[in-house]
């Protein structure tokens, strides 16, 4: 960018007049002249790609800064990284698997509550890390020169670093119930790269929308909730859905529900008695169609806005 | 300081005068939301969604009213006024960091504000901000790697033994500041912005971050620095923006407008 702008400067030097004939020039024609630049335009959405791939080393030492800095007042320190699953899965499992008794008709219940609560939370707190992303940096975007959409991005690759220490977790309490890797747990990657692009369109949408409606950030959590036990983080969608009659969309839109297609997918691939026989139909292209989808939506939209944001 | 207005100034002028930042019949305006001027209780706020009034809580703030200007390179311009005359507020507009309501700013090439405090986290180490801080001014890493000493150093914040490897919030006040100002001035810049960053640290650092702008200065096409300390608008700028309440009020050669400031203030 730095160059492109040098080189035009430096030929509006070359054929530039003396001084005195800029006089009776408007501020616009000089500007021209002298190859000036209307600042805090908003840049060609190729133009915008590449200011970020050039900020990419940004995004993961802000991504895992902020990650550092989360618990270093702790006295147990890093260890809530790993803590904080543990004891949310703890919860759900009470409640849900002891006390409601939705762990029926479930074969290896734990796994199958962890693996849900572990990925839907990577999505929830992805959406609700992006709408504060900008809202809650107004000091950062107001400082600094960079293309804003490195905020939505790292605070879902944050989210992502803190689902790896998750899987830690899972990985063990997996072997703790008799789980043996096999080569199927290698579709974990796929399926977390996708869910990951989806996460970051999803979190980019919600930045435009909670820079203009900080408020936003009150509601999402109920939001988000009412996804959350729409998903079958606790409950298997094919058990609950056995002989009783819903309308045919009712069962298409609860398996098309990407945090659905996420879970489902992580759980394939992990438990053996999770069979491919529970999988809703298509979910592969359902998966990549809602990362493509998000991905390129999310970006093109939060693009659009780039010379708005830290206004008022 | 003489050797530098003899060195850089004249040559410059003389060849020509090449604008770097022309700011056209400048207008901000900041939206402020939560000033209730009404009752501020829940009632009062669902009363109003639900008759579609808007909200009283908005307030607008005209905070900079029609200011032009053309910068050439190679000039340092001080902005004055009093507080809250819009002096930052120009700044950051300058920067592209706020949009103009009406008006236009063309800048040459990407102008920075000297600030990074806001990318720097209290709970990180020295070290690690240094890093961080680099990065979100849109450093290399490499180029980080190469000045890491040199940033170190100036801050001055391991004379006193070993802080640089201490999270940020056990610095004392003044040692945070010469760390963020020394991040902030590691990285060369075309048009730089300073917003009152020379009122911090000891008499010592004072005078070696002035003459760190001098020496951005001249790298820097131009340099424009707000500050209410007269003696160093004196010693960096050549000319002078007077602002008093978002008007520009005088532009002219520093002794000038500063002695009119002076008479004006009453000191």
Redesign the interface.
Known sequence: MSTVSETTHDSAVAMSAPPSADEGLTPVQRAEKYGLAQSGARPSLAEYVSQLWARRHFISAFASAKLTAQFSQAKLGQVWQVATPLLNALVYYLIFGLLIGTRKGVPDYVPFLVTGVFIFTFTQSSVMAGTRAISGNLGLVRALHFPRACLPISFCLMQLQQLLFSMGVLVVILLAFGQLPTWSWLLVLPALVLQFVFNTGLAMIMARLGSKTPDLAQLMPFIMRTWMYASGVMFSISVILQGKHVPHWVEVLLYANPAAVYIDLIRFALIDSFKASQLPPHVWAFALGWAVLAGVAGFVYFWKAEERYGRG | MAEQMDGVQPTEAAQ?????????ELHIV????GTGTGKGSATAALNRIIRRRPSVGVREVHAVKGV?F?AYKGESIGLIGSNGSGKSTLL?????????ERG??????????L?????L????TGE?NV??GG????M??EQIRERYDEIVDFSGINEKGDFISL?MRTYSSGMAARLRFSIAAAKDH?VLLIDEALATGDRAFQKRSEARIRELRKDAGTVFLVSHNNKSIRDTCDRVLWLERGELLMDGPTDEVIKAYEKETGK
């Open positions: 020509e005068r090449v604008p770097t930042v022309i700011a056209d900041y939206r402020v939301y032009s053309t950051k507009a300058v920067a592209g960091l706020l949009p103009a236009k700013v063309y800048t040459h090439g990407q102008p920075s504000l600030g990074v405090n806001a990318a986290m209290n709970d990180l690690k890093v961080l990065l979100a001014m849109g290399s890493r999270p075309d």
